[in-house]
């Protein structure tokens, strides 16, 4: 390749990844699921409210030999949106890695099927949370962000892990975070100070603020 060619290819590379990121900025709204690659079949059917951030890609369960599972869902949101804990619970970790950045982990209660749940946060830009700290449903972990590999845009990386304390060795499975909402499966909870949820068994509101409910 000559070194114009080489040039060349780079810009064109460059003006890519800056429409790319364009792209996705030009997606942050509300209301919106984007489209996985996902089979339609093995999805669970998802109604997001019209004033909850959009979710830009959704959980794609481990299958071999594809290596396209992606553990949790992603939430477009610029870069400082509160994050907030999907139900009552405990911090158990606050970390940083490589691949996700400063992260919050919450310790659950049992849900319906007397399990443990943990949910996780990723990317964020700011924690505001400690280890061993209790937190309350809407509390406020910190802010997101696009620490470790993000992929080049802002988002929220949310997962959700049971954890199977009757096994000998405590299993953990990663699960379809849209499994576990107060208000049903597939049916995304927004999270609103007015309204009252109950304490038990744990089930999960959105981790980021919808609009025009308060959370604060
Ligand atoms: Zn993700």
């Known amino acids: 390749m000559s070194v114009s060619t080489k040039r060349f290819a780079i810009g064109v590379l460059l003006l890519t990844l800056t429409l790319g990121g364009c792209g996705l900025y030009q997606k942050y709204g509300y209301g919106r699921v984007v489209e996985s690659k996902l089979d339609p079949a093995e999805q669970t059917p998802v109604v997001l409210p019209a004033n909850a951030p959009t979710i830009s890609q959704r959980f794609r369960p481990e299958k071999e030999p594809s290596k396209s599972d992606h553990r949790g869902f992603d939430i477009l949101v610029p870069t400082g949106t509160p994050v907030l804990a999907a139900s009552d619970g405990v911090v158990s970790r606050v970390e940083l890695s490589i691949l996700y950045g400063k992260q919050v982990m919450i310790d659950h209660g049992l849900d319906a099927a007397d399990l443990r749940l943990q949910t996780r946060y990723f990317h964020l830009t700011e924690r505001l949370v400690q280890e061993g700290q209790p937190v309350r449903r809407g509390q406020l972990l910190g802010y997101s962000g696009m620490t470790g590999l993000a992929g080049g845009f802002p988002h929220l990386h949310f997962e959700v892990h049971r954890l199977d304390e009757t096994e000998p060795a405590v299993a953990v499975k990663v699960l ?27 089930a999960l509101t959105y981790p980021v603020p919808c609009l025009g409910l308060d959370w604060q």
């Not at 975070?177 to 744990?202: E, H, M, N």
């Open 176 to 202: 379809d975070p849209q499994l576990f909402w107060v208000d049903g499966v597939g049916r995304i909870t927004c999270y609103d100070k007015a309204r009252s949820f109950p304490a038990s068994p744990t």
